[in-house]
């Protein structure tokens, strides 16, 4: 899982981007408020690096966070991954999608709502996306502290493709008083 280690053998797959199966980079923000919170997220780290197709090249620690949106549940574990992939957004969002269902995600229909896990992409190369089952960058990333923190812990210096500004930068223009995380034990 060391960053500059080989690339593993990926597996031919209709998913891949239209470009002679390049190696993309995407990072993807990890969460759980239900069960073994911590477990859940290591479990995810594992099984992302064993998919056929992504490779995890860097990880966060494990952070605390207190819920955003929703306050009436537990504080989340979150983590932020760096993966190397030859699947296009779409396909590695089919793929995070699966990983949800195996850890035993039910969808409450309480928007930001407690769950098991969350598996969102958060950037994938420079790509801007807008559709509707899928938004590249994220389009709260560069509002929340848990996303910013770990992505911060893996590399303080990735840009936001269109808001042209550092995860630092974006992570220090937020309001001191709102959404605490903390790093946790390991
Ligand atoms: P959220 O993560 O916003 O709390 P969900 O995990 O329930 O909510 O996801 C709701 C929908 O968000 C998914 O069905 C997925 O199609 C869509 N979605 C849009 N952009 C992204 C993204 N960048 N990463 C993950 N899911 C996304
Ligand atoms: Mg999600």
Known sequence: MNRGAAVKNFEADSGRCADGGAVHRAYISIGSNIGDRAANCERAILALDSASGVRVAARSRLFLSEPVGYADQRWFVNAVVKVETTFSPFALLGVLQGLERDAGRKRSGIRFGPRTLDLDIVIFDDMIID?????IPHPRMHER???????????????HPVLKKTARQLYDALSEDEQKILVREQ
């Open 131 to 135: 559709s509707d089952g899928l938004e």
């Open 145 to 159: 502290r848990f996303v910013l923190g770990p992505l911060c812990d893996i590399d303080p210096r990735v840009v």
